[in-house]
């Protein structure tokens, strides 16, 4: 009775001042996270992962088959996008966002939910693989490598995305809007002066496309917001699998924009192949030759 009481007090403009946590998380879980290469286990370390993580929302790419199996190992609503493209959210899922007419549902795709009386709006990515970003010719120059890795169409279909959205980010001051996802795209905010030496980045200065389409639509890159030097922490989601083994990139991202949203805490995971993940104080067999993201936001 005296709790209700002390709810029943509480002044209107001070609950629509609380400030919610929101925990996101970005992850390729390499087909379902049950690849014919790592049967059985490999699910079930997938699932025990994003269990572990306490995410509150869960951009999957490379979903194939197993979105039911995760929304009821973790009791979440979800929707499922595409074959390959699923979000799970602690909160209800209020309306569903797809553009087939403009870019495909295998792509991009998003949600709007309802945070203990907060809407955001969460969207899932994948951008096209080719060219394989494991391949830039860093020995050429930078107009060349740019021209190289635009001969594929992830800067048409970044255009397309936020093309979009427009009506959406017009009312982002007031819905704010979160975009993660697998871009298969390197950043402008990793391949600088202070980094071309580095990461088998072959010297190479880049003001990668989509990064910089991004960032000129007022985006902030959560994980490289929070962890600004690359130098010191590159945050790696992708390694390369060849005989060269020093290569490290980031191509996971999860971008947000608007007033309400301010990222407070942001990490990046991975493990090689096969292998375990020390994560959270427990080993769980990692499935994916992609690390994840997980950035913790506060909103207002």
């Excluded at 792509?107 to 096209?128: I, S």
């Excluded at 950043?187 to 003001?207: C, I, P, Q, R």
């Excluded at 292998?275 to 909103?299: C, M, N, R």
Aim: aromatic share 12%; net charge negative; glycine share 8%.
């Amino acid at each position: 009775m005296v709790l209700a009481m002390l709810c029943a007090c509480t002044p209107q403009s001070q609950q629509s001042e609380a400030v919610e946590e929101l925990k996101v998380l970005s992850w390729n879980v390499w087909h379902g996270g049950h690849s014919e290469a790592y049967p059985g286990k490999s699910c079930e370390g997938t699932m025990g992962i994003l269990k572990k993580s306490e995410a509150d929302v869960i951009l999957m790419i490379e979903t194939y088959g197993c979105s039911d199996q995760v929304a009821d190992h973790l009791g979440y609503y979800h929707r499922l996008l595409s074959s390959n493209l699923s979000i799970y959210s602690r909160y209800p899922i209020l309306k569903t966002y797809t553009f087939p007419d403009s870019i495909a549902t295998f792509n991009f795709g998003g949600v709007e939910l309802d945070v203990n009386g907060k809407r955001v709006r969460v969207f899932d990515t994948w951008l096209h693989y080719l060219p394989d970003m494991r391949l830039v010719p860093t020995e050429k120059t930078e107009a060349e490598i740019l021209a190289w890795d635009d001969e594929g169409t992830r800067d048409e279909e970044i255009k397309r995305i936020l093309s979009v959205l427009q009506p959406i980010l017009a009312e982002v001051d007031s819905i704010p809007v979160i975009i993660g996802g697998d871009f298969n795209d390197h950043s402008h905010l990793d391949w600088t002066e202070a980094t071309k030496n580095m990461y088998n980045h072959g010297g190479a200065v880049v003001n990668w496309t989509v990064s910089k389409i991004m960032e000129e639509a007022g985006f902030k890159d959560s994980f490289r917001e929070l962890h600004p030097d690359p130098v010191k922490e590159l945050g790696p989601t992708w390694y390369w699998t060849g005989d060269d083994k020093n290569r490290q990139d980031r191509i996971d991202f999860i971008y947000y924009k608007g007033n309400k949203l301010k990222a407070i805490e942001s990490g990046s995971y991975n493990a090689d192949l096969p292998g375990y993940l020390d994560f959270y104080g427990e080993k769980f067999f990692y499935a994916s030759d992609h690390g994840f993201v997980i950035t913790t936001f506060s909103l207002k």
